[in-house]
């Protein structure tokens, strides 16, 4: 599970640190309590910049870091299927072995593979990708008010 | 190996527990240090439950066929072991729950819907600490939204303590019931019940006891607790799931209203009103647990037999022995008391900034299962300004070696992130 990927993820993270934002989010983990507050930042369909503060698991900490590193300079479309096909591996229960064409999206994010083996953990590499979903959603306007769970 | 003045005879003991047996992980040796969140289960236990279910299953009170008689001798049989266990002085103070959280939500339900002298309302006070399982607080924020009781709770020490220095301002004559942990589920503290009992006492205020972490590890006896209500969890104490108890004094129960309403509860029925059953089936709506009962009851005999001043005794030594090896790790900071002194074997810590989850993860590879998060007790953590602990937890079964194991399994954990 803690691929070293990850691990230089966590300790080096990408990103780190609240910047400003177009709207802005905070996303806990009840069962853990890993927390989140994360910022997006969009310049018409390009996302300018994600930027986040937190606390938790490594596995949380460098799931935000590989966000920020991947999804950041990103048209909205191509960000929102990045993080579908991350949201389908994580869900995936370890029976999908990422091919080259996932890899190609996920790049460093298909190293979450084997979380997806261990159903405690999964929601921990998904609290930066559903904050950021809540993020831009706000951000574009299209709901209103933060949520956490 | 290392040898503790105290000590039970584990390798015997353990031999009644089939599931410490098995390897985790390819091979590992199970070493399971989790045992505030449940117990193992001893093979009397099993036995009981199995030989309920093939020989004497049927529902109870009711029916006159000899499998009904032998259900409802085997569930009334249970009580009265329980009653033994906890030293009742009525085998109908003891209401079987399906777990504490159902005992605890009861009482404040019965409370919540009493007349005088028990009413809570807007001029009423009600008082918990920050040390409590949700269990223990959650039912009376409930009463509090609904009645407009004030609800009130001491605070802790930075040795993770209750800070009783207000007790007086705390308990006033407000307050209406006073509802504390007896050994706290994350900080493994003892709580000293007589003070608190004697000012509730004082201003005539009712008190429950949250025994869930006390009744599998020392002598619980509600008389000397001298409590109105005393609430605990068959599964923590090597019973079954599904089956918890909720003691009561007898007065109280015969003036209290029933909560839940349905079969087994009642006297006579009419379509315009109902009568009731005397407690503890005032209590008991419905079919209960009762292959879980008849498995709490052989839990009670298994522990009894043990015996329960030596359990405490074996759990202090081994509490004693791991919170000195835990110390000699560095970065290792134990939340709650750090001697082994009024505290029960369960053991909280953080360790550097190395997230509580990811420690578990790497300890569970290596065979050990401890608990991680705020164990239900997110105040408790906020009071200490930590997301989250890792818990070790013992019981009678648990040994030096293990303890070892786990020191052992924390440095791999600190090179593995260092």
């Known amino acids: 599970m803690y691929q070293d990927v990850i691990l230089d993820h966590y300790k080096n993270p990408h990103g780190r640190g609240l910047r400003d934002g177009d709207a802005e989010v905070h996303h806990v983990n009840p069962t853990c309590g890993d927390e989140i507050t994360l910022r997006v930042r969009l310049d018409g369909e390009t996302i300018e910049d994600v930027s986040y503060e937190g606390q938790g698991c490594s596995i949380s900490q460098a799931s935000a870091s590989v966000l920020n590193e991947l999804l950041v300079g990103k048209e909205l479309g191509e960000a929102r299927r990045i993080q579908e096909t991350f949201l389908e591996l994580m869900q995936s229960k370890g029976q999908t072995v990422p091919d080259d064409a996932m890899e190609e999206v996920l790049e460093d994010a298909v190293?979450?593979?084997g979380v997806s083996k261990y159903p405690a953990r999964v929601k921990c590499a998904l609290l930066s990708w559903m904050a950021w979903k809540d993020a831009t959603a706000q951000a574009l306007g299209e709901t209103a008010g933060g949520k956490t769970a | 190996?290392?040898?503790l003045p105290g000590l039970l005879d584990t390798e015997a003991i353990r031999k009644d527990f089939p599931i410490l047996d098995r390897p985790v992980h390819d091979g590992k040796k199970l070493v399971y240090l989790d045992n505030a969140a449940t117990s193992q289960k001893p093979r009397q236990v099993l036995d009981a439950?199995?030989?309920?279910?093939?020989r004497s299953n049927a529902n109870v009170h009711r029916g006159v066929h000899v499998l009904a008689e032998e259900a409802t001798a085997l569930y009334e049989g249970a009580r009265d072991k329980v009653a033994g266990f906890i030293n009742a002085p009525s085998r109908d103070e003891v209401i079987f729950t399906k777990n504490a959280s159902?005992?605890?939500?009861?009482?404040?339900?019965?409370?919540?819907?009493?007349?005088?002298?028990?009413r809570v309302d807007r001029e009423t006070e009600i008082v918990i600490t920050e040390m409590e399982h949700h269990s223990n607080?959650?039912?009376w924020q409930l009463l509090s939204q609904r009645t407009g009781a004030k609800l009130k709770w001491f605070g802790l020490t930075d040795d993770g303590r209750l800070d009783l220095s207000q007790i007086e301002q705390v308990i006033t004559e407000k307050t209406k019931v006073v509802s504390f942990v007896l050994v706290s589920n994350i900080l493994g503290t003892v709580n000293p019940v007589e003070a608190i009992v004697r000012r509730a006492q004082d201003v005539g205020a009712l008190v429950v006891i949250d025994a869930s972490q006390a009744a599998p590890h020392m002598?619980?006896?509600?008389?000397?607790?001298?409590?109105?209500?005393v609430a605990f969890t068959g599964h923590k104490m090597c019973g079954p799931t599904g089956i918890g108890v909720l003691w009561g004094r007898q007065?109280?129960?015969?003036?209290l209203p029933p909560f839940l309403g349905g079969g087994e509860m009642i006297e006579t029925v009419s379509m315009h009103s109902s009568t009731y059953a005397p407690a503890p089936h005032k209590f008991e709506a419905g079919t209960p647990p009762i292959a879980q009962a008849v498995g709490l009851g052989a839990a009670v005999d298994y522990l009894a037999s043990v015996g329960m001043e030596d359990i405490a005794r074996h759990e202090h030594a081994l509490t004693h022995y791991a919170v000195g090896r835990l110390l000699e790790v560095p970065d290792l900071r134990i939340i709650g008391p750090t001697t082994a002194e009024e505290r029960g074997a369960t053991i909280s810590f953080t360790l550097g900034d190395?997230?509580?989850?990811?420690?578990?993860?790497?300890?569970?590879?290596?065979?050990?299962?401890?608990r991680v998060g705020h164990h239900c007790a997110r105040p408790v953590c906020l009071r200490y300004g930590i997301p989250a602990t890792t818990r070790a937890s013992f019981y009678l079964y648990s040994t030096p070696a293990e303890v070892d194991a786990l020191v052992e399994g924390l440095e791999h954990v600190r090179n593995f992130f260092g």
């Open chain 2, 137 to 139: 607080i959650v039912p």
């Open chain 2, 102 to 118: 159902e005992s605890l939500n009861l009482v404040a339900n019965m409370l919540g819907w009493a007349d005088e002298p028990y």
């Open chain 1, 111 to 113: 190293a979450f593979a």
């Open chain 2, 49 to 54: 439950l199995n030989t309920y279910y093939e």
């Open chain 2, 1 to 3: 190996m290392t040898q």
């Open chain 2, 219 to 229: 002598v619980l006896d509600v008389q000397a607790l001298q409590a109105d209500f």
């Open chain 2, 251 to 255: 007065e109280l129960l015969e003036d």
């Open chain 2, 354 to 370: 190395i997230h509580p989850h990811d420690v578990g993860q790497v300890l569970d590879e290596q065979g050990i299962a401890v």
